[in-house]
């Protein structure tokens, strides 16, 4: 299972859709992709027009958002104690925590900002 962070939502399927082709081909390869709530949290609070919410919801629908909860939120809180820059990561570190409880890949634009997270794999899509 291969989760994904906002910054490749959204470089998926806003604007010039930069990752869509990366995106389709998880799917067409039978990866199975889930959206953590708090993706979907910082999704809908962007800018997002009609298309771009349709289409979300046709790939990944609302009711389908993994849920962040007591045992990601114990692990978001430990991640927020041991590393650097805790203040500006508090959601990322709750996003990773649902990749870690899932044992899941997490698929992000920003590596930078969970290169340090114990444990965590990200993923990279092959558009090869």
């Given at each position: 299972?291969?989760?994904?962070?906002?910054?490749?939502?959204?470089?998926?399927?806003?604007?010039?859709?930069?990752?869509?082709?990366?995106?389709?081909?998880?799917?067409?390869?039978?990866?199975?992709?889930?959206?953590?709530?708090?993706v979907l949290y910082e999704w809908?609070?962007?800018?997002?027009?009609?298309?771009?919410?349709?289409?979300?919801?046709?790939?990944?629908?609302?009711?389908?958002?993994?849920?962040?909860?007591?045992?990601?939120?114990?692990?978001?809180?430990?991640?927020?104690?041991?590393?650097?820059?805790?203040?500006?990561?508090?959601?990322?570190?709750?996003?990773?925590?649902?990749?870690?409880?899932?044992?899941?890949?997490?698929?992000?634009?920003?590596?930078e900002d969970f290169a340090d997270?114990?444990?965590?794999?990200?993923?990279?899509?092959?558009?090869?």
């Open positions: 299972m291969i989760l994904l962070d906002t910054s490749a939502l959204v470089e998926s399927l806003s604007g010039a859709r930069r990752s869509f082709l990366a995106l389709v081909g998880w799917l067409e390869r039978g990866e199975l992709l889930g959206l953590p709530a708090l809908l609070s962007g800018p997002r027009t009609e298309a771009e919410l349709a289409l979300q919801r046709q790939l990944f629908p609302d009711a389908a958002a993994l849920p962040f909860g007591p045992e990601e939120a114990a692990l978001s809180a430990e991640l927020y104690r041991t590393l650097p820059r805790a203040r500006s990561r508090v959601v990322d570190f709750g996003i990773a925590a649902c990749a870690l409880r899932r044992d899941a890949g997490l698929w992000t634009l920003n590596t997270i114990p444990g965590l794999k990200l993923a990279r899509p092959d558009v090869g």
